[in-house]
């Protein structure tokens, strides 16, 4: 691969049309951009984030850059260095048509701690989450082998303790020092860590293991470098699960939003329905229609 | 000197000749790398960290630029985009010569996720800390009054529920937005969570209320805006209670090494001995003594 201009080497570049309306949210920390806009008369989200360094092209990055001299101090100096493109490539993700949801998904907006007893589920939070939820439909998609096939790292085919393990789209796979995989479970019926009982410890059991062994053999990283879990509450209410390299700071890894599969399956070992009885807490951001919801219900 | 090959625009390209020794330590969420190497036969320390992405470089980023179609699935896209060198720079610091201190600086310890089952703790872990008896003289002398008195926030003085709330070392209390403070039990016999029963959910519970009230009435933060955990391990044996701003992505508030104490006390609630008899997860940084007394015992 290089970073050829020749015409026939691209893709059409769609971004061309693109028409901002406005900047979502950015980290200048991860280096990565959320904006709204237009294309082609659609709305559309598109997120732009900067790769990772890569070690293994250092050297093809000092010897075909060019450096400008910022500031020389002492045994300190500062460059801004131009790479050539296809060294120095930016992950582009695009959402469209986006709904009204996409575009709040990606809003920055502070958070709040909710605190969600057995029976808040039940009267404020589950009628919300069968009126609201988005489409499962691309979940449906790659179950079915209609959609990203060719991205499958590992299946279990079996209806009831099986998954498909793949890639999270943040992952661009070029290196593990970010590894993000999402194992997605077979059954349809089960909404997040809320819906767990006993039942399910062959499933959460089979999915701790064989997603583990699929992760060491296609990615040679073994148990004791990756952090499991799954996040209440979820993004999309079909059970999934979580895999990251444990150095990796992955978004969604603080202790609000993540529970350890490790910990689950043990909780559900002493207590077949803790997920059904607990007080739950997660954080919710200021827009999240959820929120409004234990809010008129007087819980915040 | 000058590596570079139209000598004319460029600045000289020290980097040219720049000889990679090893990659000192990366993160792959701040697009950062730091490389130790020589340069013209010297020491040096080399820091990459890809640039923030600019709102005002957006039209020209995306009319300039090369895209690359990765994925498509239902609504979502994903590609590569090449931008033009200009728009997408990789700030650059040389320290040369670097001495021993900037490579130990700069140096990055992976992580491994220890699995502790109750019996570990006491073969294992237990006699470990009971060995290296980090001083806790720095707590005493805060508990006494000796010194950071003029830095407490709010003092409960009672021998069994009481405790001391005061700035962490890490915020600078300019600005509530990283805002952290430390609870400091007035008992001095409980190591960590590993020691928690129900018999400290008085003093549990104490720590949450007037905590989350003190912090509402010196920073008017609610409880809503705060996340109150412990740490496991923590990084001193006498036990101390964080409260970070939710939105704060505090060091150390990972899934893996962080307990919300609302969690804490519900599971010593429903089982008074929870911690004792559960095997608890956490990471442990390559150089850290206790990992090799993990894989001495063949744990690992």
């Known amino acids: 691969e290089n970073g050829g201009e020749e015409a026939g080497e691209k893709s059409e570049n769609v971004l061309c049309g693109f028409k901002t309306s406005h900047v979502l949210g950015a980290s200048d920390r ?27 092209t250092l050297t093809e990055l000092f010897s075909g850059s060019t450096l400008k001299l910022e500031m020389r101090n002492d045994i300190y100096s500062t460059y801004r260095l131009q790479a050539p493109p296809f060294l120095n490539e930016i992950k582009t993700t695009v959402v469209c048509p986006a709904t009204e949801k996409h575009v709040k998904k990606y809003k920055h ?23 609201q939820r988005f489409s499962l439909q691309w ?27 793949l890639p999270d789209f943040k992952w661009d796979q070029k290196q593990v020092d970010d590894l993000y995989l999402i194992a997605i479970v077979h059954q349809r019926d089960i909404r997040s860590l809320r819906d767990l009982t006993s039942e399910h410890l062959p499933l959460l059991k089979n999915i701790f293991q064989k997603g583990q062994e699929a992760i060491l ?29 444990l150095d990796y700071e992955a978004p969604g890894c603080r202790v609000e939003r993540a529970h350890l599969l490790a910990d689950v399956i043990q ?20 827009d999240d229609g959820l929120l409004s919801k234990f809010k008129e219900a007087g819980k915040l």
């Open 30 to 56: 991860e280096k990565t951009i959320f904006i709204h806009g237009k294309l082609a008369d659609q709305e559309a989200v598109v997120i732009l984030e900067k790769t990772p360094i890569r070690e293994d």
């Open 109 to 131: 907006q502070e958070s709040f701690l909710v605190e969600e007893t057995d029976e808040d589920y039940r009267s404020i939070t589950l009628p919300y989450i069968e009126m």
């Open 217 to 245: 053999e296609r990615y040679n990283l073994p148990a004791s470098k990756l952090r499991v879990y799954l996040h209440y509450q979820p993004s999309y209410y079909h059970l999934h699960v979580h895999f990251t390299k």
């Open 139 to 165: 979940i449906h998609n790659i179950l079915e082998k209609k959609a990203e096939a060719e991205r499958i790292v590992y299946e279990d085919p079996d209806p009831d303790v099986g998954f498909i393990l």
């Open 267 to 286: 909780n559900l070992q002493s207590d077949p329905k803790y997920y059904k009885s607990r007080t739950l807490y997660f954080p919710l951001r200021a």
